[in-house]
């Protein structure tokens, strides 16, 4: 079963570097489950919102345009692990960020196509 855990978020200055990770402790990173993974982010009062997705082999990312330019997200599968690189940060980076899983199929960036969450990791950027 697919069980993500999130980790790396914290409180940073405006135009600092996290690196956000997620793990699959289920180990089920080869199945059909997790071949797309994604980033998401919620803040207070608003919607969760696409940040960022790959595929298994990594050929193909996909990100918002919030985000273009200075968030990477990266994948080892050996490891069952999800990255996701935030540069430049700006304070409306901030939010409670999820990792999720998904098999193949369209509308890489809509949060209700992921079968799978983990329980998010807070990023708070000050000014």
């Known amino acids: 079963q697919v069980q993500l855990v999130e980790s790396g978020g914290g409180l940073v200055q405006a135009g600092a570097s996290l690196r956000l990770s997620c793990v699959d402790s289920?180990?089920?990173?080869?199945?059909?489950?997790?071949?797309?993974m994604g980033w998401f982010r919620q803040a207070p009062g608003k919607e969760r919102e696409f940040v960022a997705a790959?595929?298994?082999?990594?050929?193909?990312?996909y990100y918002a345009d919030s985000v273009k330019g200075r968030f990477t997200i990266s994948r080892d599968n050996a490891k069952n692990t999800v990255y996701l690189q935030m540069n430049s940060l700006k304070p409306e980076d901030t939010a409670v960020y999820y990792c999720?899983?998904?098999?193949?199929?369209?509308?890489?960036?809509?949060?209700?196509?992921?079968?799978?969450w983990g329980q998010g990791t807070q990023v708070t950027v000050s000014s």
């Open positions: 289920g180990r089920t990173f080869s199945s059909s489950s997790t071949v797309y």
């Open positions: 999720a899983a998904r098999s193949p199929g369209t509308e890489v960036t809509s949060a209700r196509r992921y079968a799978y």
């Open positions: 790959i595929t298994w082999g990594g050929a193909n990312r």
